[in-house]
């Protein structure tokens, strides 16, 4: 099983390590005995570094968002570990459990149904304030004004309802609802895949910004090569449930070791490449 | 020549619930030959859903007010009746659903959900129909059609939906065929599978194809012309290549990420890699 | 199967539950089958209490229940306190009766609840369909004594239907063809009243389902590929709007079980309903209590036959 890049051996240990994990979803038909174990997947250990992001890339199905949820303490997994600076989630109480949770937050890929649809912007961004009990009303509102101009969200649209902005847009709404309770990793599951071109590059750059200010950590899942190359330090690609390879970023684009990986790529290819080929 | 479809200063306006009006589509013209793919790329927002919309007359008077002309084989479109426009819905113009879990029904046999668009326009017997359908579902790559046939949606991958959701636009031998996001819901394998396949066809059965996708490398793999939409209007038409190596409008320069950086240029050239 | 063993054993428990249930309420109203003839002063005291003894009802609440339970497993079911028989035979011809009326009823209002929904939705907003709204709400509206009294008062001014009964004097005497023509026009009332009581919820849920499936991204695929709107109505929205729809048959046998009650006492149709308000008004303990088990085995055997029909009918159930 694969150790992770050898070049990346922070003295300070990792964010997040996740070993040996994990998912079964086990399905009974109703009216009969038969019972079906489906493996979402299994075996997977990662590490990620505070500062760093860690891509994980593979064809589209159950496996990689599992594995988001589940190290997102959305769902437990069946087997294996999740230490969180150096802490094992896996055996705290409720009331431990929901101050981890303020360290690690998600976010998803339809942002018009991640969000409240009768909530305005403001207190949607607030909310997670509200809900952990911190500071008056005002001053979340402060906050969450704060926290809009921070992700390039004009202040005077506080009161708008989600579905009077634009998927990227919404999709800033949910980076900085995320934000609110100052994480330390943000995982970002298919977050880019419902937006164009254009909002894609411009949601990398503020990510790309927060991480260089914050020394955010971001977990991306995506099943977009070309997205994930620009942003990620390290990779992890994801084959029926099992990783496959980890490496960083550079390394594997540049001499990817399993088949897969390289199938991935050779479909992942520039306009350049194409042009060049349909012109022969 | 004659051009398949000739769109002259087309017009869509919807109602809105407060009665105010909301142009989607202002003033367009384009044009696409026989065995053409001409592309269309634009924000979300910016009107290439409502022109897809209306070129398969799916607007009712009620949501929409459409203007202009929209010639298709010479017969103008906005003055057929309901009826004349459904004959033309799926056999003469065609559509390639987005999210192909959601545009199949999900308590019917795929084959039967094939056989139903050819029954709506032939007169055949339902065996008949049945059977043509196993035939447009092998005609999409699909080695195992018996087991595909009499699946449900449910139990089939994105990748394999979307050829199925293909195979029914394909069934009744279209002229043109609109392409609405054909790839976008696949991961990056089943993305190019759909797009060699859609090449392939495009090639052999000389159909046209409106290929509506917000990806350069999409349009890079079929369109031959692009035309490029902001807020409702055309800013730019022209070769794909033209547009590619000398975009004038930044819109055009924005949808096909000509400022990317070197960086992923570089690591994206494959063809030192096996 | 084990899903169905788990239900059956679920549903036993919940009879059981339901059958203390029934025997507890009765006890909180004060006096029993025997007060009104203790008010006598013809009857001495000792003659009641004699009574009381015989029929065990001097005894405690438990083991008067235990009593009860093994009658039941003898398959009497007790003893009718009014009637002096066993319970059982006595129910099962008012069950067969009522089974009779509420049956037809519910075949009827859903034969007619289907078509008018599917078409109010296909239309919907236009005229036709808002003048379906106004004719359900204006039902709606009618209290349901109101429209069975409006009937009883039809079928004596008109004399076109008999004013009540199941069956006219000399039935017996008639031939095969007679007795179902007889019995056909007596049921005529009873079924009309229940059928326009239940009909307007049912319309407006095949409505609402409908409504909601053809909004489906799926229809409207169906649509572009020029599919005609009939088609798509039947081959499409329907099957996926049955869905809900076969869950609320289950519902619906419970709302017509509810309303036969009324519509038997007015319409004197002799099914479970008058006797059960017989027994409660004369406190006759184990009537009450098996009437009550009645209703509620039909309850639960119609939510099973739901559940099975919906496992056979949707493929997303049956997990592959």
């Not at chain 2, 367009?28 to 859903?49: A, D, H, P, W």
């Not at chain 2, 017969?75 to 959601?102: C, H, M, N, T, Y």
């Not at chain 3, 009718?80 to 519910?106: C, K, M």
């Not at chain 3, 419970?254 to 006492?265: H, I, R, T």
Request: one cysteine or more; hydrophobic letters at 45%.
């Amino acid at each position: 099983m694969n150790s992770g890049p050898q070049s990346n051996c922070n003295p300070c240990g990792p964010l997040l390590r996740v070993s040996g994990l994990g998912k079964e979803y086990v399905l009974r038909r109703p009216f009969s005995r038969k019972k079906v174990a489906v493996s979402a997947f299994q075996d997977v250990s990662l590490a990620i570094f505070p500062g760093k992001t860690l891509a994980v890339v593979g064809e589209s199905g159950a496996g990689k968002s599992s594995l988001a949820r589940c190290i997102a303490l959305l769902e437990r997994p069946t087997t294996g570990g999740i230490e969180l600076a150096g802490q094992n989630l896996l055996t705290l109480s409720e009331k431990e459990l929901s101050r981890a949770r303020r360290k690690v937050q998600m976010i998803f890929q339809d942002s018009a149904s991640a969000l409240n649809p009768r909530l305005t912007a403001n207190e949607i961004i607030a909310e997670p304030l509200l809900i952990q009990g911190e500071g008056t009303k005002s001053q979340r509102r402060e906050r969450a004004l704060q926290l809009m101009e921070q992700v390039g969200l004009n202040r005077a649209s506080e009161r708008k309802r989600p579905l009077e902005f634009s998927g990227g847009q919404r999709q800033r709404i949910a980076i900085a609802r995320a934000l609110a309770l100052g994480p330390q990793l943000l995982i970002l599951d298919e977050a880019l895949s419902n937006l164009d071109a254009a909002n894609q590059e411009l949601i990398l750059k503020l990510l790309a910004e927060l991480q260089a200010a914050q020394a955010l950590s971001f977990l991306h899942i995506s099943h977009d090569l070309r997205a994930v190359s620009e942003f990620a330090d390290e990779v992890a690609v994801m084959y029926q449930g099992r990783i496959v390879e980890w490496r960083s970023a550079r390394d594997l684009f540049a001499s990817p070791e399993h088949s897969y990986t390289r199938e991935l790529l050779a479909s992942a290819r520039s306009v350049d490449s194409i042009l060049l080929e349909r012109s022969a | 020549m004659q051009p398949l479809i000739s769109v002259n200063n087309l017009s869509v306006t919807y109602r809105r619930a407060d009665a105010s009006q909301h142009h989607a589509v202002h003033n367009v013209n384009f044009e696409i030959g026989e065995g053409e793919v001409l592309g269309l790329m634009g924000e979300s927002g910016c009107g290439k859903t409502s022109i897809a919309l209306a070129l398969l007359g799916l607007l009712s008077p009620e949501q929409a007010h459409v203007s202009g002309s929209i010639e298709f084989r010479g017969e103008e479109l906005l003055s057929k009746d309901r009826r004349a426009l459904r004959a033309i819905r799926g056999a003469g113009i065609s559509l390639v659903f987005q999210e192909p879990q959601l545009a199949l029904s999900p308590v019917m046999k795929i084959r039967d959900q094939v056989a139903e668009v050819i029954r709506a326009h032939n007169d055949r017997k339902w065996d008949c129909c049945r059977a043509d359908a196993e035939l447009a579902l092998a005609r999409v790559g699909f080695a195992d059609v018996r087991r595909i046939s009499s699946a449900y949606p449910h139990q089939l991958s994105g990748g394999q939906l979307q050829r199925v959701v293909l195979a029914q636009a394909l069934a009744c031998n279209p002229a043109l065929l609109i392409a609405d996001e054909p790839a976008a819901s696949l991961d990056a394998r089943s993305q190019s599978e759909i797009l060699a396949l859609l090449r392939e066809l495009q090639r052999e059965l000389r159909i046209s194809i409106l290929l509506i996708s917000h990806t350069p490398e999409v349009q890079a793999s079929l369109a031959d012309r692009l035309m490029v939409m902001e807020h409702g209007r055309i800013v730019e038409q022209g070769s794909f290549e033209q547009l590619y190596r000398n975009p004038v409008h930044a819109c055009t320069r924005a949808m096909l990420r000509t400022t990317a950086p070197a960086r992923v240029a570089e690591e994206m050239d494959f063809e030192t890699v096996t | 199967m084990r899903y169905l063993t788990r239900r059956l054993v679920h549903s036993t428990l919940l009879l059981f539950a339901v059958s203390i249930f029934a025997f507890g309420i009765l006890q909180l109203a004060p006096g029993d089958f025997f007060t009104p003839i203790s008010l006598n002063p013809q009857i001495s005291a000792h003659t009641v209490a004699a009574l009381r003894s015989q029929y065990g009802l001097d005894q405690s609440f438990p083991i008067r229940y235990e009593h009860w339970l093994q009658s039941v497993f003898r398959g009497d079911f007790g003893i009718s306190f009014a009637y002096g028989t066993p319970v059982a035979p006595l129910l099962a011809v008012r069950a067969r009766n009522t089974l009779l009326l509420t049956g037809t009823s519910l075949l009827v209002a859903w034969l007619l609840a289907i078509p008018f929904g599917i078409w109010s939705a296909a239309h919907r907003g236009k005229w036709a369909d808002r003048a379906g709204g106004i004719l359900t709400s204006s039902l709606l509206t009618v209290p349901d004594l109101v429209l069975f009294l409006a009937l009883l008062l039809m079928a004596v001014r008109t004399g076109w239907f008999p004013t009540g009964g199941m069956t006219s004097a000399g039935f017996d005497d008639l031939a095969i063809g007679g007795k179902l023509d007889d019995l056909a026009l007596h049921l005529v009332l009873p079924c009309l009243g229940l059928v326009l009581t239940t009909l307007p919820p049912l319309v407006r849920h095949v409505r609402s389902a409908m409504i909601e499936v053809l909004e489906a991204p799926f229809v409207r695929a169906a649509r572009a590929h020029g599919i005609s709107e009939r088609r798509v109505l039947l081959r499409y929205a329907l099957p996926v709007a049955a869905n809900p729809l076969i869950t609320l048959f289950g519902y619906s046998l419970a709302a017509m079980l509810s309303a036969s009650l009324l519509v038997e006492m007015v319409l004197s149709w002799p099914g479970v309903g008058p006797l059960l308000v017989e027994a409660i008004l004369a406190k006759d303990v184990y009537v009450v209590v098996g009437a009550v088990m009645l209703s509620s085995v039909f309850l639960v055997a119609g939510n099973l036959v739901a559940d099975a029909v919906l496992f056979a009918t949707d493929p997303r159930i049956r997990m592959d």
